[in-house]
Nanobody, 120 residues
């Protein structure tokens, strides 16, 4: 089975930065996912649906939703089965639980997420 564990969330002031990490199982399943799947970071704010905010393909090309473009950077380390999200110039609207998953998402891979709260 593949488990995705997100970390790095917390309370940050507006304009601040935060780096999120996502670790996948270091087994054949996790390694396989990282070798064949596009990956992404999703977020769900209170009262809103979960949305994809950043995606990275196998070849390293990236895409971002307009809300985070120019502020967030997604990266991946396939050897370590890790995905990262560097978030800069954070805004209160970025407050949400952040999740990693494949793109498109795979239901059984959803983890608990990590909460990012942007507040002064």
């Amino acid at each position: 089975q593949v488990q995705l564990v997100e970390s790095g969330g917390g309370l940050v002031h507006p304009g601040g930065s935060q780096r999120l990490s996502c670790a996948a199982s270091r087994n054949i399943f996790g390694i396989t996912v990282f070798s064949i799947k596009d990956l992404g970071w999703y977020r769900q704010a209170p009262g809103n649906q979960r949305e994809l905010v950043a995606a990275i393909s196998l070849d390293g090309s990236t895409n971002y939703t307009d809300h985070v473009k120019g502020r967030f950077t997604i990266s991946r380390d396939n050897a370590k089965t890790m995905v990262y999200l560097q978030m800069n110039n954070l805004k209160p609207d970025d407050t949400a639980v952040y999740y990693c998953n494949t793109v498109p998402a795979t239901d059984r891979y959803w983890g608990k997420g990590t909460l990012v709260t942007v507040s002064s």
